[in-house]
C-alpha cells in the first residue's frame, strides 16, 4: 500500500504502532506490522522541487514490487532533516532512512555501516565520504559547486571570448566586464552566498596542491593565513575594485538570483542547482557556466561537490534488510536515480536526462573531472571535517571583506579561531 501523504513530525510519538526503539543496533532482521507488512519510515528534504508528490512518485516502484513493504515518507518541516535526526535519536523515535545528511564522525555512531554492499561501496564519492574506510551512506550523483555561471552577452559586450582559466585570467575579465559598462561584475549577496564566492576563488588551488588540507587546518599544521591568503587577497582586490559591490550585504539569496536571471549582472559563483532554477525561468540571459579556475600553476583545479540525495540507515531500525533493499533501488535503479538527478539538477556520468543547454554545459564539466578531484566545501564530510562552527565563521569573515576590512585583519581572524576551536 502506498501512503500517499508525508508523515510530520509534529505529533510522530502517537503512532504506537511505527515508533521505533532507542539507539540500540539492530540484528539486521526485518520488523513487521501487525497485518504482516514491514513499514520504513523515510526522512527526506522537502522543497519545491523534492514535493510529497515527487517523493511518493518514486517509491511507487520500489512498493509494487515489494508488497510486504510500506514506505512512509517523513517530513522534517521548518526543523529541517540535520536537527530533526538528533532530536529522534535522542527521543528514540528515529526514523529508518534518512535522506539529505552527510555521514560525519560524530553521527557515524548512529549509522549503519554499508560497506559489505557494492552498490554503497561503489557509488558517487562513496571514497570522500568514507570515515574510517567506512560506508554510512549511498547517494546517487553530484551536486557540483565550484562554479561560475556568466552572461554570455556581458562578455561578448566585454570583448571575452574565451572563459578564464585561471583566477588572473578571470581578474582581468571582470575588468573588462567593469570597463564595458558592467555595475554587477559579480553577484554576490548577504547570506551565505558571501563565502560561497570565496570558497569558489580558493578552494581550486588550496585542496589541488594539499588535498588533506581540511584536516590538516583542522589539526594546526598548517594555519588557514597562509594556504587561503592569496584567495582572501583577491577577494578583497575584487571588492577594492568594485567588481563586487559592497552593497552586496543588503541583497537576499532569491533577489540575487534574480539579478542574473534577469541580465543585471555579469558572473554568479553558484552551485549546479541554479540550472534548475534557469530551466524554469519564465525569461532568462543567456547564461553559460566554467569551472571555478585555479591560480597559475595547477593542472587540475579541486572541484567542490557534494553528494547529491545520500540516504543512510540508522541503527535504531529493527527492519535493516528491508532499509537496505530501498536504498539499492534509490541509488542503482536506472528510473528511480534519473528521476532524482533531474529534479535537482544533479549530475551523475553515465545518467543523462533531458537537460537545457545550461545543464549540457555542466554535464561535461562532471564528465571532465575526475573522482580525486572533488573536494568538500564549507564545513566537510567524511573524514575531511572542519570544527564546528567554520562555515558561520567564514561567512562572517566574507561579509567584513566586503564591508571593507584588510585581508590581513580577515586572516588573522581566522587563524585565531581556529587557535580558539580547533584540535
Known sequence: MIKRRLLPLVGITAIAALALGGCSGSNG?????????TTLRVLVNVTPNLTEEF???????????????DVVIQNPGAEGVAAAVPRLLAAGDAPDIVQSIAPTPKLAPEMVDLSKYEWAKKGPLAEQYSIDGKNYMAGIGYQLQSLFFYNKTAFEQAGITEVPTTVDELTEDLGKLQQAGWKVPVQTGGDWMSSHALQALGLPTIVAENPKWFQQVSSGKVTF???????????????AKGYIPKDALGIKYPDAEQAFLSGKSAVYPMGSWFAGTQAKAADSADIGVFRAPAFDGVDQPAMGANIASPYSILKATKSQDAAAQLIEFL??????VTAQLAVDGNFRDGYEYEMTPLGEELQKISA???AEAYTPTGGGYGERTMPTGYSEELNTQTQALIGGAKAADVLKSMDD????NAG
Not at 29 to 37: F, L, N, R, V
Not at 55 to 69: Q, Y
Not at 417 to 420: E, I
Open 225 to 239: 593565513g597562509d594556504t587561503y591568503g592569496d584567495a582572501v587577497d583577491t577577494y578583497a582586490d575584487w571588492v
Open 29 to 37: 532482521g526485518d520488523s513487521a506490522s501487525a497485518d504482516g507488512k
Open 55 to 69: 517523493w511518493n512518485d518514486l517509491v511507487a516502484p520500489f512498493e509494487k514490487e515489494h508488497k510486504d513493504i
Open 368 to 370: 571532465e573531472t575526475p
Open 331 to 336: 541509488v542503482t535503479d536506472k528510473k528511480a
Open 417 to 420: 579561531w581556529f587557535a580558539a
